[in-house]
């Protein structure tokens, strides 16, 4: 793990933190068995700070009249992460060191995932290791149009495929695809190369071919805008998982890629007894679309 990337990480997180830029994480957790997967439903007060900015007043997560990375705030800026992506803090972060790899110009998010996406990711990964996500689209969990990625460290209770990892052979070749037993929903997972210590460069060429192969294999096609269906990326110690969206949220929850990383974050504790009561998977189905 790069200790001088994790110590940027760190101390850009207490100088905004004392500046009051960024929004201190707060969370209750609780864990739940569904058909032997084991999945943790957060209650995370920033979501409730999150959904309080979005006004009415401007610079709302959802105005989409505000970009907050174009530029970032200076106080939550990393640094950056090749020539095309800045690393920049997540203002309501779901866990500590969650990290956003966003472009510097603006593109639209639901944009296809290109090798300079996963080239940003890769570099993070072969250093650190950790889980990298994309919401695309606003029924995908996004809550900005500007492209960008992000990041959470390998950490227990943060999201991540390892709770997958019982219904996922471990011998296949690269870009091998496959589906989880556990999931009846659309879905598939591809085998890369890719996670701590990986050479940077095969790891976004692995990534890279594998979010075209799992497209192809899901039918996922840009529009004539050139923006693909909603769609969830989720890439974790050699596996990529990828989820078309139909619809944000399922039993009143909002869903996102961490959702399907086995960590649902709800706003509030009614959230979380709405899950208990129809399980983990079937709020993830009721998001995806039928087999």
Partial sequence: MDIDFLQAVDQSRDTALAAGALVPN???CVTMD????QFSVCWVAVLSDKDASKPVMPGGPRDPNFNPFLPPDPLLTVGKAGEHHNVVLNKFPVCDRHLVVARTTFEEQRLPLDLKDFRALAGIFSQCGGFGFYNGGAEAGASQRHKHVQWTPHAPGNPGLAYLAKGLPQGLPEHATICHPAFGFRHVF???VSGLDVDSEQSAQS???AFQLACRTLHLEPDEQGLLPPCNM???DGWMLLVPRRREHAYEVSVNAPSYGGVLYVRGPDQIDAIRKVGPLAVLAEAAFPE
């Fill in 34 to 37: 569904d058909h032997g997967l």
């Fill in 207 to 209: 990534l890279y071919q």
């Fill in 190 to 192: 591809v085998r890369t």
């Fill in 26 to 28: 707060r969370s209750e």
């Fill in 234 to 236: 989720l890439t974790d």
